[in-house]
């Protein structure tokens, strides 16, 4: 299997990206044996092979290739139902499985708007955005004028897809508890929530043992209720806790969330994005 391959090479290699998904792996589960954390390891990085090889599909297949990869959707009569009646709806995606076929799923079944920050290779941009909206979503750009336009779409009742483990630029997050660790979190997602009350899903897509993925959706029990930017992003994270325990070998711990550590909370100014 050429994603194993991949992994194997790439773990014996000890790269950066390596080094990272050990120290990751180290500093949210304080337990786990130097034997677990090489194990692990492995199949983050097999995990993360797959999703590159996955991409084709996830950019450039049909709308038939994409619907015979989901064999199973779980928590699909909650989105129904909200989509239904009009509300509008943010879904939160971790970076856990294959978070572009679950793009791919929404904006084939829903009016879908998500976010995105243009690459600087204007002729890439272009590739990835045209295959990103080809079922018919809509990307907007994280600057002022995108933001309007997508909490206009999003009162109109589509649904907003937003990745909320994305670690912010300075000034646009506030530090929150995740596994122990004390990370800079965005506050987008809590001013969008407020400034339209949407209702707040959450949702991964899971790679299964048959060469597919089961898409699981799961209701946030109302912390978009919740006023305070601090308690929602703290709620929020443990929820996110929960999720990548059940499939840890398939996040992407390579992705250096924890790079901005402090030991303490400390509160940043928002960006005047909203």
Request: one cysteine or more; a positive charge; aromatic letters at 10%.
């Amino acid at each position: 299997m050429l994603a194993s391959w991949i992994a194997k090479k790439r773990l014996e290699g000890k790269s950066k990206s390596v080094k990272t998904i050990q120290k990751n792996l180290q500093l949210c589960y304080p337990q786990i044996t130097e034997a677990h954390v090489d194990s692990t390891t492995y199949e983050v990085l097999k995990s993360y092979a797959m999703l590159l090889l996955e991409m084709g599909i996830a950019w450039f297949g049909s709308k038939k290739k994409t619907i015979k990869l989901i064999h199973k959707v779980e928590g699909i009569e909650k989105l129904n139902k909200l989509y239904e009646s009009k509300k509008p709806v943010i879904i939160a995606v971790p970076h856990i499985g294959n978070w572009e076929i679950l793009w791919n799923y929404l904006q084939i079944n829903f009016e879908t708007t998500g976010m995105y920050s243009k690459d600087r290779n204007i002729y890439f941009d272009k590739i990835v955005t045209k295959a990103r909206t080809r079922f018919g979503g809509m990307l907007y750009a994280t600057d002022p004028r995108g933001l309007k336009g997508l909490l206009k779409s999003l009162k109109q009742g589509s649904v907003l897809m937003i990745l909320p483990d994305r670690a912010p630029i300075k000034g646009s997050g506030s530090y929150s508890e995740i596994f122990g660790q004390s990370v800079y979190t965005m506050t987008l997602l809590h001013k969008i929530l407020q400034k339209s009350g949407a209702r707040l899903l959450f949702a991964d897509c899971i790679r299964n043992k048959n060469k597919g993925f089961n898409i699981r959706i799961e209701d946030s029990n109302e912390i978009e209720s919740i006023t305070d930017m601090n308690k929602f992003n703290d709620k929020m994270n443990k929820k996110l806790e929960l999720i990548i325990n059940q499939n840890k070998e398939q996040y992407l711990w390579s992705y250096e969330r924890f790079r901005k550590h402090a030991k303490t909370r400390k509160k940043e100014t928002d960006s005047n994005l909203l």
